[in-house]
């Protein structure tokens, strides 16, 4: 084995070339060094640690977390079966110079270093926590005339700063997830509105519709807003009301209110936590559509479940909502809920999964098992 000829360092196992080898030696400086933990990432990951685009999040009583700015990643330890040497320039700062010339100084025995896997979110807290406070009509006159009755420090409220430090996700999934549970910031607070306060500002909303003769699909966000006010609802909950049961037309000014959001938030109402056979429900449903919309069972997918009960046909409230966010805990409470589902039934109920490195027909091989009595059969599926 030829030697290198390079001075002790980094450096001279960097450039040590194919068959050669090198003397090492302990540096005077060698001890445990706790305080020095290695990191392996990716090379993007790599740009966004020395950029200062990542943060590491957690409660004291949790795991921590790395977070970019659109990605969640667990930080795991994992051990080295063999020796890995941590070995300084030739001229490290802070350390004493070695007079071993030639030779490679070695600083450090690093048992194992810290990984990071990419993981779903872990937004089960922020929907606990901002359901505990729901925005009400209550709130309104505090909210328009900035009359500060004391009210707010009998609630827990949250800042977008608090949920960053409590909430274990990126910025970008953390706003995600504030979407999906149709959140708004009211005086620096992220709130979710009351279901009884949000139908009342979507009935006023739709008897505005018939007064005024607008479209569903042709509304003008100022009109709207405009007539809202004029009911003593606050400007901002009013365009929240739209941006919650409708969608921006693109390039105007104009929303379309969705048949399927407002349908199924009468759905909700109609059920409660009920059950009820589903030709009443359907008539009870009917009479809460405003004119203009055609309710139809398949808009409630996700939301509600059927069961047979002799000859008849039961529909009850089961939303996607109220489940889990991870996989293990999801399956757990639906296949509680119900030993075997059929695959019309499952799909609406894991939809919303997103498992990073894990598809869909991944997560059913995980934890389903999956059953067909003959091969033209709808599968059946149960727990593994």
Not at 49 to 70: H, M, Q, W, Y
Not at 229 to 246: I, N, S, W, Y
Not at 337 to 350: A, Q
Request: charged share 30%; aromatic share 8%; with cysteine.
């Amino acid at each position: 084995m030829e030697e290198s000829g390079s001075s002790g360092g980094a450096e001279a196992v960097i450039n040590l070339g194919l068959g050669s080898s090198v003397p090492i030696s302990y540096h005077p400086c060698f001890g445990p060094h706790e305080d020095l933990l290695l990191l392996e990432a990716d090379d993007n990951l790599v740009s966004d640690i020395f950029n200062g685009r990542v943060t590491l999040r957690g409660l004291p009583d949790e795991d921590a977390v790395l977070c970019t700015k659109s990605k969640t990643y667990a930080i795991k330890f994992v051990g080295n079966s063999n020796s890995m040497f941590l070995i300084p320039p030739s001229n490290p700062p802070g350390f004493i110079q070695d007079d071993a010339h030639g030779k490679v100084s070695v600083i450090k025995l690093a048992p194992g270093n810290m990984e990071l896997v990419e993981v779903s979110p872990k937004l089960d807290k922020l929907k606990q926590l901002l359901l505990e406070s729901p925005f009400g009509p209550g709130e309104v006159d505090t909210m328009m005339y900035d009359d500060d009755d004391g009210s707010e420090k009998n609630r827990v409220l949250y800042t977008w700063s608090d949920l960053v430090n409590i909430i274990q996700a990126s910025d970008e999934e953390l706003l995600k997830g504030l979407e999906s549970l149709s959140a708004i910031e009211v005086d620096g607070y992220w709130r979710v509105i009351g279901e009884s306060y949000l139908d009342m500002i979507l009935r006023m909303l739709l008897n505005n519709c018939v007064l005024n003769s607008w479209s569903f699909d042709d509304l003008d966000e100022e009109e709207v807003v405009s007539a809202l006010v004029a009911d003593e609802f606050p400007t901002k909950l009013a365009g929240h009301c739209l941006r919650v049961f409708g969608s921006e037309v693109k390039g105007t000014n104009k929303w379309k209110l969705e048949p399927r959001l407002v349908c199924l938030h009468f759905a909700r109402q109609v059920l409660r936590e009920e059950k009820m056979r589903v030709e009443r429900f359907m008539e009870e449903w009917k009479k809460k559509i405003p004119e203009g919309m055609e309710e139809k069972f398949e808009m409630l997918e996700g939301e509600v479940l059927t069961e047979r009960i002799g000859i008849e046909t039961r529909v009850y409230t089961f939303s996607v909502r109220s489940l889990p966010s991870t996989p293990a805990e999801r399956f757990a409470v639906l296949f509680k809920h119900r030993p075997k589902w059929e695959w019309k039934d499952l799909e609406p109920y894991l939809r919303d999964l997103q498992v990073p490195r894990l598809s869909m027909e991944g997560l059913l091989l995980k934890y389903t098992r999956r059953a067909q009595s003959r091969p033209d059969a709808e599968p059946i599926f149960s727990a593994r």
